[in-house]
Structure formats: C-alpha cells, structure tokens
T-cell receptor, first 113, second 114 residues
C-alpha cells in the first residue's frame, strides 16, 4: 500500500512557466511534509517543508500548498528555470525523525529554455 | 557545517567480497539513516540509528550489516552481495528526538556488484 502518491511522473515546462507537482497521503499521523530536489548522481536535498498547521509556505520561487482535509499537498515552482531540471520527491514523516520519511515516486522536471 | 560525507563515492565489488560504506556528520545529529535508491526510484529506508542504537531495520537481508561506532559515524558493512544490490546507497542524518526536523542527505555511494 503506497502511503504517498505523487503525480505527474514527468513534467516538461517552458522557461518562465509554473511547475506544479502534486502529492496525496493516507496516514493522518504524518505531520511533516518535505520536498526534496535531486540532481543526477547526487543525494536528495531538502527544498522546502511544511507542517499541517499551515496551509501555505513560500520560499523564494518555491511554494508548498497544503490541504489537510483532502490529505494533499503540492509544490509550485514559479518562473521555472533550466537549472530547476531535476527529480522532485515529496515525502511525509511522523513526529520523530524527519529522516524516516515515506517518499513519493518522484517527478522528473524538465524546464526547456 | 551542514554536510553529510559519504565514502567512497563509487564502489565496485564482487559477490564474494567484503566492503564497507562510511558516513560522517558533524552537526550534532543523533539520528542517522541508511537508504537504498535504485535508478528512477525513490529512496527506500534500510536502517535507522537513534542515539547510536539501531531502532529500525526495515527487513534488510543480513548481508547488509550497519554499525554506529559513535554519534558522528555510521558504517554499512557489505558481504556476499548480489548483482541486484547494485544501487545508490544514501546516508542521512537529522536532529532526532521529538519534533521532526530537517534531514540532510549525503551524496551517496554508487555501488556496483559484479
């Protein structure tokens, strides 16, 4: 049973466009929702994270929207750049140890110049 | 210093070899993790160490043996691996304890079993 479902599997966006990646979770005990960015041959790097007591968090061009009742959260990348081309993973964890995360399957983002 | 350092970066080993992967962090984190990542797949949790004690083993075969010599170091000992064990092995660390906080991943060790 997959606890975190991520879509789309791949995404192609023009430079300057908005990239949107969606995730849905099942376990209501999750209380920490990070997004990781991974470049080929590198480890995942935390991009932005949110807790369920807020509905939106913005850091620069990256925004997480969180809908607790629907058990969904999404990543919006504004003004997408070619350097944003990477694989993005949403994740969810419980109240201890952020590293014990359940990951979505990942979205490969390609931003065309 | 927000770095998790993994060595070696690449490793090729035969099925009868014994090798070890190493991970080090100096952020004072008390939780450390081993993940396995196959190509185009998300990381899969293997082991969790909390305050130098093994707290989670996600049903990993005994040919993988973790060790946490101290709060800064984490090893993964490998023995009699199979070709399907070829993957990127990631180490991560977090503060640990109540209240989920940011997890930091290393760059990984690309393991090839021949």
């Amino acid at each position: 049973q997959q606890q975190v479902k991520q879509s789309p599997q791949s995404l192609i966006v023009q430079k300057g466009g908005i990239s949107i990646i969606n995730c849905a979770y099942e376990n209501t005990a999750f209380d920490y929702f990070p997004w990781y960015q991974q470049f080929p041959g590198k480890g995942p790097a935390l991009l932005i994270a949110i807790r369920p007591d807020v509905s939106e968090k913005k850091e620069g061009r990256f925004t997480i929207s969180f809908n607790k009742s629907a058990k969904q959260f999404s990543l919006h990348i504004m003004d997408s750049q070619p350097g944003d081309s990477a694989t993005y993973f949403c994740a969810a964890s419980k109240n201890t140890n952020a590293g014990k995360s359940t990951f979505g399957d990942g979205t490969t983002l390609t931003v065309k110049p | 210093d927000t770095e998790v350092t993994q060595t070696p970066k690449h490793l090729v080993m035969g099925m009868t070899n014994k090798k070890s992967l190493k991970c080090e962090q100096h952020m004072g984190h008390r939780a450390m993790y081993w993940y396995k990542q196959k190509a185009k797949k998300p990381p899969e949790l293997m082991f969790v160490y909390s305050y130098e004690k093994l707290s989670i083993n996600e049903s990993v075969p005994s040919r993988f043996s973790p060790e946490c010599p101290n709060s800064s170091l984490l090893n993964l000992h490998l023995h009699a691996l199979q070709p399907e064990d070829s993957a990127l092995y990631l180490c991560a660390s977090s503060r640990g304890g109540q209240g989920a906080t940011e997890a930091f991943f290393g760059q990984g060790t690309r393991l090839t079993v021949v």
